[in-house]
């Protein structure tokens, strides 16, 4: 079954670190990307969407992801966290217009 | 312009009763997508409706069951309530269906005691 891994569960960063969490799906085939972050007490919201071309994709707040279709993975970046991006980062997949599936979610908090 | 509005946001019901949740779209999103998010299994895919029509299913039991109105607006129902479905449910709208950005609602949150 097609599926969305985020190894890291919990990360725990001081500002000015550097982040990269983790996401590989089981798709084959063309897909279509995205990273959505949740921050305290909101809905989720869309951070990236890579849907072709350039692999390495730039969202807001300084965040970007790069496409590496042979490691099947989507990894998220940036490369100097604030403490104002702790929050729960979900990596999604799908293929043309079938449903949306997403990780298990990644909690990230970030100290001053 | 509105977000997408869930109703209601907090929701306490006991083992065996059934439960229904609304949500209505951004204005103008024919789209509508059902999720459960639960403490480490993420958002898990419940599903989908187009244009009154459901277009994809999730892996859930028939206890689950949603429809959408010709005005967008969608409702899911769970029935015969478990323990298990204390979550927070997320209702997501888009202009077209599945693979387009995704706008999310700030979910219900049901406990069932």
């Known amino acids: 079954a097609q599926s969305v891994s985020q190894h890291n569960h919990h990360v725990i960063l001081s500002e000015a670190a550097s982040l990269e969490l983790g996401c590989n799906y089981s798709y084959g085939g063309t897909v279509n990307l995205f990273w959505y972050v949740q921050y305290p007490g909101q809905h989720l919201q869309l951070l990236l969407k890579?849907?072709?071309?350039?692999?390495l994709v730039k969202g807001i707040k300084g965040f970007e992801a790069e496409f590496i279709k042979s490691k099947f993975s989507f990894n998220l970046r940036k490369p100097s966290v604030q403490w104002s991006d702790t929050a729960e980062y979900f990596c999604a997949v799908t293929r043309n217009t079938d449903k949306l599936i997403f990780g298990t979610g990644t909690r990230l908090q970030v100290f001053p | 312009k509105a977000g997408v509005t869930q109703t209601p946001r907090y929701l306490i019901k006991t083992r065996g009763q059934q439960v229904t949740l609304s949500c209505s779209p951004i204005?103008?999103?024919?789209?509508v997508s059902w999720y459960q998010q639960t403490p480490g299994q993420g958002l898990q895919f419940l599903f989908e409706?187009?244009?009154?029509?459901?277009?994809n299913k999730g892996n859930f039991p028939g206890r689950f069951s949603g429809r959408q109105f010709s005005n967008s607006r969608s409702e899911m129902n769970v029935s015969t309530l478990e323990l298990g479905d204390s979550a927070l449910y997320l209702c997501a709208s888009s202009l077209v269906p599945e693979g387009e950005k995704l706008f999310f609602g700030s979910g219900t949150q049901l406990s069932v005691l």
């Open positions: 204005s103008g999103h024919r789209s």
């Open positions: 890579y849907f072709s071309g350039d692999p």
């Open positions: 409706y187009f244009s009154e029509t459901q277009r």
